[in-house]
């Protein structure tokens, strides 16, 4: 979605995301703490258990059987299979604990202190509903130059229209004659040329105005071609068929 893109960068768009938190519903089903706060300690012990088990099975008396070697290797063993013991009563006791607490509980029957907000999803709906509108705009500008493209490159339809966002242009305003003109700088591919005065021609055929003014936009590429508005041009949104006296004979 390149135009949302570019609205982020120049608007401040993410900006318009608050991190305000707003109160949760009552009913609403949520983890008990106590019972988070177990299964993440029967989990970091449980992480703990099968290293120590496989050292344990690893264990083995190198070379001949010594009275100083066997007494160091047993200490060792006992050792660590006391400490595995010790692991597996503890896993053991917190899955219990665990077990006999109710994984779910409704927030209302919640603690007050172990309550706990969420983030407010107002700003983000209309964040999302920015960045939608500005992809339906893109959507037929992106199908005019798909269309000029070659059949190889049509691939490329909105990576062109991304790099028109971020390129320079002039803007030349011409009270006479009613019009702000747009003009775009030549790209260095012919090939992409042709498709951004394409572009420019559709655009141009909306006759849409430039908000809080009455000049009507005209885009053009920077060689100065005129741009020939085509038959079949893209139209405004809000554009509608009025029906003629000739749809309605007397």
């Given at each position: 979605?390149?135009?949302?893109?570019?609205?982020?960068?120049?608007?401040?768009?993410?900006?318009?995301?608050?991190?305000?938190?707003?109160?949760?519903?009552?009913?609403?089903?949520?983890v008990i703490?106590?019972?988070?706060?177990?299964?993440?300690?029967?989990?970091?012990?449980?992480?703990?258990?099968?290293?120590?088990?496989?050292r344990?099975?690893?264990?083995n008396?190198?070379?001949?059987?010594?009275?100083?070697?066997?007494e160091?290797?047993?200490?060792?063993?006992?050792?660590?299979?006391?400490?595995?013991?010790?692991i597996?009563?503890?896993?053991?006791?917190?899955?219990?604990?665990?077990?006999?607490?109710?994984?779910?509980?409704?927030?209302?029957?919640?603690p007050?202190?172990?309550?706990?907000?969420r983030?407010s999803?107002?700003?983000?709906?209309?964040?999302?509903?920015?960045?939608?509108?500005?992809?339906?705009?893109e959507?037929?500008?992106?199908?005019?130059?798909?269309?000029?493209?070659?059949?190889?490159?049509?691939?490329?339809?909105?990576?062109?229209?991304?790099?028109?966002?971020?390129?320079?242009?002039?803007?030349?305003?011409?009270?006479?004659?009613?019009t702000?003109?747009?003009?775009?700088?030549?790209?260095?591919n012919?090939?992409?040329?042709?498709a951004?005065?394409?572009?420019?021609?559709?655009?141009?055929?909306?006759?849409?105005?430039?908000?809080?003014?009455?000049?009507?936009?005209?885009?053009?590429?920077?060689?100065?071609?005129?741009?020939e508005?085509?038959?079949?041009?893209?139209?405004?949104?809000?554009?509608?068929?009025?029906?003629?006296?000739?749809?309605?004979?007397?």
């Amino acid at each position: 979605m390149a135009s949302s893109y570019r609205l982020q960068e120049h608007y401040a768009l993410d900006r318009l995301l608050s991190y305000q938190v707003e109160p949760m519903d009552e009913t609403t089903k949520v983890v008990i703490p106590a019972w988070r706060k177990l299964d993440r300690m029967v989990r970091s012990l449980a992480a703990k258990l099968p290293p120590k088990l496989a050292r344990f099975g690893a264990m083995n008396l190198p070379g001949a059987i010594e009275p100083e070697a066997m007494e160091k290797f047993l200490q060792k063993k006992a050792a660590l299979q006391q400490d595995i013991e010790q692991i597996q009563t503890q896993l053991h006791k917190l899955k219990t604990e665990r077990a006999n607490l109710h994984h779910h509980l409704s927030l209302g029957r919640v603690p007050q202190s172990e309550r706990f907000d969420r983030l407010s999803s107002g700003s983000k709906d209309l964040v999302d509903t920015i960045k939608l509108v500005a992809y339906r705009a893109e959507t037929p500008m992106a199908q005019v130059v798909r269309e000029t493209l070659p059949h190889w490159r049509q691939d490329e339809e909105r990576r062109l229209l991304q790099s028109l966002y971020g390129s320079e242009a002039d803007l030349i305003p011409n009270e006479a004659t009613g019009t702000l003109t747009v003009r775009l700088h030549y790209p260095a591919n012919a090939m992409l040329a042709g498709a951004v005065h394409r572009l420019c021609a559709e655009l141009t055929a909306t006759e849409t105005v430039f908000p809080t003014t009455k000049l009507r936009l005209v885009y053009q590429l920077a060689d100065g071609r005129p741009v020939e508005v085509p038959t079949n041009h893209l139209q405004p949104a809000d554009s509608a068929h009025k029906p003629s006296p000739e749809d309605h004979p007397a």
